[in-house]
Every structure is written in C-alpha cells, then in structure tokens.
C-alpha cells in the first residue's frame, strides 16, 4: 500500500511513523516468549528499573499507560479529591485538546493566561491564593495539582529555575506538580533545555516520559517519584480502562528506549532538522510565530503563502490569526532525515 | 532475556506472547510510511472495508481501541443514558473484573444468574419486565443495554437460537444489544459455534472482535452495524482516553488479522489444541467443571493435583470451590504448538 | 383544596403530612429574624449540639442535608476511594431505589444476599476476605464500605450485638461502616431496639438521624462522630448539589426535634400504633410477610384481599410473590391516631 | 434565641429570613392533610398549572427541586450529551461558586469573557464557529448549551433583544439555552426589564424560576417549556439526589407564590428599597461598581469605607480590586423594610 500523503513532504506531526526501528526489531526478538500480564513481566520490570536510573530515582514507581489523553485523565483522577481541580495553561492540553477527559473524571481544570505556552509561579501562587483568601473558597473548586507540559504545547521549555519556582510553590501550597512529557526526548535532546530527568524526579510529584510522539509504537511511561504517592493507581489505571493486558509490549519498548542512549539519540535527530529548518525559515524571512527551540516550529504565513507551500509540505494548521494570516506548524521527529530536510527548505 | 517462567509450561492466559508473526512482520514492512494520526490512515480504513466484508455489513462503522476494559466502558458509555444501566451475567467481565469501569461512567451493572457463565433471553425479559411493572420503576436505575460474552467468561458459547432470542427481546424492549468479543476468534473458530460474523452483526447493535486475545499486540475492533448508530463516538472514545494517536498501528493489526483467513487460523489452532488437551484430561479422569468447547478448559481439581501439575504446568487458578478442591484454568492460543500440547499431556 | 386521597384510609407511607406541628410552629416564630447562610447559623449550631449530646459524642461533626437518596449519594462518595465500592444488601436503598445515584458518582455497589433486610458480619467478612484472596483483587472494585439501614427496608433492627459484629468486623478489615437512619426515630423507640444513639457513634464511623421520615419537612442530620473523619466535607456537600442555602430551615427543625425530647415521642407514636395493627392483623388471620417490629407492617395477601382492603386503605405495593399473593405494606408515623387505627382495624 | 447578629443591620444576602409569611401560613394551614410524594400530589399540580399560565406555555414540564446549584447541576447534565460542555460567563455561578458540580456531572463549563456579568450573542457565535471550524474539533469539548442568569450575578439584566438574538444563536447551532433564574422575581419586577416569563418560555429551553432567593423556604421551579425535551427527568432528578421524597412542600410554596401576584410583590419590594438606597448611595458619593438595577447594589469603596460601614451594617465582601479598594454587595429582598433602608442610609 502507498503512502497516501506521497506527494507530499509529511512535517505536520511527530508521529506519523511507525517507531524507532529498533524497537520493532526488539519485539520481533522477542515475541515468542511467554510472559505473565498487566506490568509484572520482566521486561517491564527492566524498564522500570532503567527509568529509575534515568531518574536518578530508586524509589520510584513507575507505570505504563498507552497514550497521552488516556495518562493525563488517569494520573490527575488518581491524585486529586473529588472537590479539587488542576491548575493548566490555557493552551494546556488537558484544558483543550482532551474532549472532556478531565471533567469526565469530575475535576475542573483552573486555567491559567500563557505566555508562550507557559503559566508562571507567581500566577500560579496568585491563583492559590486568590482561592484560600476568598469568604467563599468552600463553594469553589480547591486548587490540588498543577499541570505543566515540558515542552509546552508551543515547544517551549520552562527553565531549571522557573520549574524549581513552580515547584516551591506547590509544595508550600501543598499542592501536587505533575509534568506531561509527551515530547520530553524533544526537551532534554535541546540545547536550550536545562531541566534533567534527576530535575523533574526531584521536582514533580508525577510526570510522564512520552513514548507515542517520541519514537515508540505507543506509550507512555508514568513516574511517580516518591513510593507510595498514589494508594492502588494498579486498579485506578484499570479503572480507567488504561491497564494494558499485554504490558509487556510497552516494557519491551521503554526499555529498548533507555537502553544505549536511544531516548537521547531519537531527541537529538529532531533537535537537529528543526534548527537548520528554522534557520533557513529566518533565512527566507518567515516570521516565526513562537520563540520554540524544540521539534515543534511556529510560523505566522499568510494565507497564500500557507496555501501554497502546503502544496509541497504537510504542515498542521493551527489557527487563523487575522483574516490574512494563519500559525502554521512544521515538527520533526527522531524519523527526520537530512534529506528530509534539505526538500524542504528547497521548497521554501 | 530470559523467558522467566520457562520452566513451567505457560498455560496460563492466551495473551502470553507478543503477536501473531504475521503482524509484526507487516508493522515492520510499513514501519517507515508517513500517515496521519487517530485511526484516518490507509491502513484503518482498508482494515474497516474488510471487516465490514467479513460482517456483511457495508454500512457499518468500525473504530479500533486498545484493550478490553476500555472497550467495554466506553461502548457502554457512549449507548447508554445517563440513567440506563447495563444487564449482565454475574460473572460477566463488565460485572467483576474491570474495577468498577462502568460504574466510573456513572452506570449501574445490572447482573442476572448465569449458567455456564451465559444469561437467557427469558431472564433478560424478566428483569426488563420486572423493571417496568415495578411501581417504583422511576426510582430504579433503567435497564438499557445487555451485554453478552461470545464466548463467556467461562469458555461457553451462545447458540444461534440464544442469541437470536435475546435480541429478539432486546429489539422489543428497546434495549441496545452489546457482545464482548473479547476472545471471538475462539468462538468462530469452534465447530460447535453456529454463530457467524454477520450474525452478530445481524442481531447486535454493537460487539467489539478482540484482537489481544485473539494474536494482536493490542486492540479490540468496535463494530456499530448500523451507521449512526453513537454520534460522535470519535470525540467519546477521546474523552475516555482511549483514541490511538498512531491509530495506523491498530489498522495494520486488524488489516492483517482479516487477511488471507488469519482470524479464521488463529481460532482452529486454538480450538484444536484445547480439543486435544480436553480430550486427554478426561481420558485421564479430570473432571471438567464447565462444559466449554472453545480454548478455556476449567477443571476440579484437588489442591494436591493442582498443585503437583503447577509444578510443571503455569495454569490460571479460578476459585476455591471447597476445602478441598479448586477450579483451574488451562488456555490455549495461536501460539500453542503440537509440541506444547504433547508435553502437556504428558505429564496429567 | 381537599386531599385527593380523602375517601381512603392513608397508610401507604410515612412521609404523607407536612411535618409535627412543634416544627412549623418553630419556624413560624423564627421566621423574620435574620441569619447567614449555608449552615452557618446559631440554630443549625445548637441543633448540632443536641445531637451531639444526644449520641454522647462530643467531638462529632454534623451536618444538614436535604433528602436521604442525596445523603446516601454525598457521604458514600465522600468516604470512599475512587476504586472502592460500598457493601450492601441486594434489598438496600441504594442498591435498588436511588434510580443510580451511587454508581452517578463512580461506585459500585457491591449487594450481599439479605435476611429480613440485614446482612450479617459473617457475609461481610466473607465479602471482604473473598475480595482479599481473590487471584485478581486488583482488577476488581474493592470494599470500602458497609451501608446498614436501621431500621431496614422491611423495618427489621439490627441488634446491638450484630451491629457490634459488624462494626468489629469493619474495623478489623479498615473498612468504614455507615447507617442510614432514614427511619431510625422509629428504631430508637421500638422496645425490641437495644441499639442507642451513642452506639451509633460509637459502632459507626458516619451515620444519618432521619428527618424527612420522621416528622420534619425534610432534612437529615449527617453525623460524623469522629472529628476530621471526611476534610472538606462542606465543599463536598455544595458539589454535591446538596447545601442548603438557608441553612436554618434545617437547623430548626432538627433543633426543635432534639428539644424536649420530641424525636422519640415521634417514634413512639408510630411503634404503639403499628403494634395494635400488627395485632389486629394477625388476630384476623392475616399473615405477616416479615417479623418487623417497627412502623412498616408487611402482609401477604392475596390479590382478592389486596384490592378489597385497597379500596378503603392506602397501602403500598412491595411485590407480587406469586401468581396469587402479594406483599402490601401499612405504615404508620408520628401522625397516626388513634382513631385511625381503630378505623383501620374495623375494616380487617 | 436571639438573632446573632442583631446589632449590624443585615443586608448582606436575600436570603437571610426563613420566608414570606404567607408561605408558612400556607404550610400550617395543609399540614395534616395527606398526600402523595414526590410531587404527584394536588399541590404540586396546582402550582405547576399556575407557573405554566404564567408562563403562557401550557405544554410546560414543570419540576421542583431543592436549590440553585442542584438545579443546575441536574438540568445540565440532563441536556447535555456526555461530550458536551456548556458556555457561561466567566463569572457565571456554575463557573465559579457551585463547587465543580458541573465537573461532577462530567461536563466542561466553557467560560466567555462578561460584560457586567453578561455575554453576548456575537461571543457564543464566535465560540460555536470557534469550535466547528477547530480542524481539531473532534479532540475538543462540543459547545452543547449556553447557561445565562438573569439577573446575572452581578444584578444585571439581558434585555428581550439580547435574550432574542441569544437565542437565535442557539437555535441556529442547535444548541440549548438554559437560564438561571435564582433571583427571577428580581428581573421580573424591575423596571429596566423588559424579559417577561412568557418571553422566557419562548426564547429558552430550559429555565429555572427561583424560590430560595424569593421569598421560599427553598426550592426552584424547573421549566421545559416544550413537552419531551428532557425524557425520563424525573428518574434524573433522582439519580443527582434532588428529588423531594415531601414534594408537596415544594409544591405548596410555589402555588403560594403564583398565587394573587405573591411572586411579583416580593420583586417589587426589593426594587424599591434597592432603588432608594442606590439614590442614596449616589448622592453621598458612593462609587457603584456595576450599573445593576435589581437587587443587588454593588459598590466600590475604600478598604476604611468599608470597615466603618461594615460596623453597622453587614454586607458581602465580593473582591479586593485593588490595594486600597474593595467591591462590597448590599443586598435587599421581599422582607427589606422601609425602616430598614431609613437606617442604612443614616449611616451612609
């Protein structure tokens, strides 16, 4: 069968491959081998432990949940009260793009003003404050977590200090932080990025590592830094109809992925093709719509200059600016060759 | 690694592998293709074009999710009203063991005795009946849906005349009809099943063809025979955290399975093999608890031989049935081998 | 307006009048004066001090709630986990007549097969322990709770002795135990009731004094005898849809039913009536359908019996046993006379 | 007992009094008669044919419930399909005040930016083109109703032209509106308003006409103008808890207040006294933060104005606006006496 989109140069998401071939070729080495369920064979077991280490977290807990929609409802439900919503950005993903899946669970998401994908902790500590000082803060829905995207929504990065900020203030608050890792390979492979794997375990009280958009067939690898942070979230993750019954297929791929730097590699690849592409855009004098240094490129086109290198190149269409301009988004992925790339700017 | 159970047998489950060789040889071969996301790809929709060819349903509308729990609370969910509970047998999966799914989604189990794990027509019409001559039926939780496992929890299948029954009272109620199909391929695959495909198609409003039991790495096939039948499931089956991003790797499984007779092979080697093992047991004394035909053999056992044929043979322990005597569970698969079979035999 | 019902004798329930005049006559003198909202009142409070008083425990947190299928809904959600569900008997309110409202907030409810109405601590422990034991626990709703009535459904008492078999029970499985008193003014007055209030707070770890039933407009007293047992329960209430604005209404009314001694004559009202027709009816060779010792009288008649006494008394339909016979129920309330007694008892 | 707060004057909320008296002679006067629950009895219909002559819509459906959160709560998950969200101001009470019982129903609460506490047509339009046009529109919270108060939070009033050209909207989107009408006597009953209860009936789905806040003990009037929009309602009020097990309380409180222009008295006495306390206002200097004319009188002082009004007269902090000012909310209602407002502008 053809590739239906053939004709054209495929860069509107990160995960319009399959996986990382050698996740494949790990699977196939093992597919005859006969394991137990649910997580507890040992693939798993191996993956969990390399994600410690990762980590620089022994004690963590570790999950596998099958994508990103499915961890966000799982993990916020399983740490909040009934009574307690999650602060987001607008532009958060549970806050828009998630059909309902938080509410679905009985939480509000507070949203929070961005700036380039990103809530700030003194918006966060206002917002906190704001419910604890007002007469009526029992009739209102209780601040329990913060959700962050790292990268954002934008492919921005919060910094080292302004997660740290963050984190201050949730723990003052006691409130839980929790990171959506989605595209986190795309973070720590950028040299822009300062905040580690060790940063996020020591900071977040839950964050996820994406595996769909970074390189992995599906899944997504659910930390818990500190044990016993959530009571049962085995039958919570089954609840919510999230246990995969062959666990072992996401085990096989999250450890293939920590194994030999290959998380790393598939970040680097992406890094990489975004800068020379976003390089050539400032080049050609696009005007880029978003000051991101990851996989993810923002551009302010005009509609007929979207309309024609969409063309050539798929891109996603973000939204309609004014009545003459639209965001365009162009992403790499860990599957962006050089070759890719040169297509692409040629076409610019 | 290690296959860290390979000194028992592994009869345990029939998901024990990874998949059927046949799929992971074509995820392989399409691996690098480009496709768009969500289940919108060439791949989902050649693999929905033959399973409605294989249902005889050209309306229906077919959506690929990942796993059995999911499956079941989201359909249950997106058929139901808010005040609708679903009928089930006690021992149905939706009624034990997916921890409290449907109950998340606000609705209510409305669980029937069951016989070799099956329900009658007459028992789903009592309740119904019972439900609406009730004087307080308004205060009652409204039955709305049946849902039937084909085969059952226990290995049991519904004959062609059950089936036809239960529907024909369903369709006079006004009750949605909904079979698990979580292990169909064991079903159509057995000689004593004389339900097809485009029988449940036929008679049911929704049933869903396992694949993670049945030689798929994961995903469950939802057929809706009738277009229209949930608007917007898309955005449902989002809200509940159960769409793919990479839906392609879903359609190449289920495009695969419905190639060539797949499905079809997948079922006889199952049935097979359980034909044999069954046959020895009982040629040896073994005195089989449920009279199932498929690829699930529960025999009484007593602790001593349940524990002394654990030794060598991974089985699934069931229920005590009394002080002395419990209930295993032997599974066979697409992967069980003649050889398996014979060294199983071997040692009863 | 004449009462619609006026030809016939009203004995079909125990909520058929406004409320004991005491209360309206309270209400009528309070009712120009002014105070704040949401409970916070100085008449809500002094009705929580008597019935603190009144259950000998001096640390319990009470609140006001307006009906008992909101009561039963907000204080199950409240007190259970996410991935808990509540204990029951197949007979109780929540499992039959709350049209769903446990399962509209996530739970199961998990039904043990009843005697008379009640359940034993044997069963519960079974329950519990089965939940335990089972293989496959963690992909099953766990018990979190046991729901009592006292009275029953069939207006059975639990004794003091299985109340504390439960309780212990309970306590030793760390599993919360929650009556509904939607009568229990007419359990605390029945002489074969050796179960107190101060019981209750002792026994319980959450249960609800009646109002609706018992003589007021409407209104149940939640009582928490330990301090702290659900944080944020206010804010749980007012999610719940179930905080009283003006709080006082309540307030009032349950002040004036703890003043004086009111809620037990109330109570003894009921029992002494109930006792003469109970008497009466078997006298007159009526069979008892149930040995309930409290308001509610249930008898099995035949239909012909059902219709002819049904012409000149209101009673309620409970179920049709057979073909031939049905279950009735007579109650009696606060406002039941004397002379509506003997008139009831001329027509046997 | 005295009123705990006898030395402020109390204008802080309208509903600080138990209820107009001729409610309460209402109730005494019907108390012992017998009747029916659950609204089936003489007076609930009684006050059900009154509201929908009121309403000019005979066809009505017509429910009581307990209270405004629980009413919205109920009605908008009653409407709405599980994906669906409902628009409101960002100030709306189902926004901000009602706990997350919205949330708790499942349901997204899609703010808009306000004006005065209202939004306008051209907004909602905008919001429900916003999502159509969403090429991510299947991944995100379908608009399914619009949610007004009127008067709004803030005391302001939609005029028939806006509430027209709402409508339109909504009709043309197929999307429902729905209108809070917690304080309707105050909309009802002011002069600037030019939305009649007829006019509601034609231009909404579902309204709700307030009790609590007007002169009720409690309870809100539910009104589907057009027969059939909400199948099995009654079994929904149920299920969310708020169904009156006493409806006839309700029901005797309604037909009091549609009786002999009660309903309209009670607005026309919190207008006047608001009228003339805002002229006072004005002409000692007071700065109004909000031109609403109703009942609620919202004004801006400094934090030391506030303090030393608040001495003598008890008001509703609504926000700190800025280091040095504060908003405060007098409020009056149907039981604001002329001698009342002669006090509190002495003091102003």
Redesign the interface.
């Known amino acids: ?1 053809p ?3 053939s004709e054209r140069m ?1 860069f ?2 990160d ?5 990382h ?1 050698a996740i ?1 070729q790990r ?2 080495e ?8 649910y997580g507890t ?3 798993s077991e ?1 993956a969990r432990e390399k994600i410690r280490a990762a980590c620089e977290a022994p004690e963590a807990e570790v999950f596998f949940l ?9 993990v916020i ?2 740490m909040l ?3 307690q ?1 999650v602060i987001a950005a607008v532009s958060g993903h549970v806050a ?6 938080i ?2 669970g ?4 507070l949203t929070l003003e961005q700036t380039d994908g990103k809530i700030s902790a003194e918006d966060i500590r206002a917002c906190i404050d704001g419910y604890r ?4 803060h ?5 601040p329990g977590m913060v959700y962050l995207s790292q990268p954002t929504e934008y492919g921005t990065l919060y910094s080292l200090r302004e997660l740290e900020a963050i984190s201050t203030v949730c723990r003052e608050a006691g409130v839980s932080l929790y990171v959506d890792g989605a595209r986190l390979a795309y973070a720590l492979a950028c040299p822009e990025n300062d905040v580690s794997l060790p940063d996020l375990a020591r900071l977040c009280d839950a964050f996820y590592i994406g595996g ?2 970074c390189g992995a ?2 899944g997504e690898a659910v930390v818990f830094p500190k044990r016993g942070t959530v009571p ?1 979230f ?3 993750v ?9 666990g ?2 996401a085990g096989i791929q999250f450890e293939t992925l920590f194994t030999d730097g290959l998380y790393d590699r598939i970040g680097e690849r992406a890094i990489i093709t975004a800068a020379r592409i976003r390089a050539a855009l400032q080049e050609k004098g696009y005007r880029l719509t978003i000051p991101s240094p990851t996989n993810q490129i923002f551009i302010t086109m005009t509609n007929a200059e979207a309309e024609q290198l969409g063309e050539k190149v798929e891109m ?2 973000m ?2 600016m004014d009545a003459d301009h639209a965001m365009m988004r162009i992403c790499t992925s860990w ?1 962006t060759s050089d070759q890719d790339v040169d297509r692409l700017i040629s076409c610019l």
């Not at 009985?106 to 998401?109: I, L, S």
């Not at 029992?138 to 209780?142: G, R």
């Open positions: 069968m590739n239906q989109n495929a509107a998401s995960y319009m491959e399959g996986c071939p494949l699977l196939t093992t597919n005859l081998e006969k394991s137990a369920g064979d040992a693939y191996a099958a994508g990103g929609t499915q961890t966000n409802a799982t439900d399983a009260r009934s009574y919503g828009v793009h998630e059909a309902g899946a509410e679905f009985g939480h509000k998401v000082l007002d007469d009526n029992e009739h209102m829905v209780m769909t958009k067939l599906f049962h085995f039958t919570i089954k609840q919510h109809g999230a246990l995969l019954a062959k072992r297929i996603s269409f939204e309609q599957a």
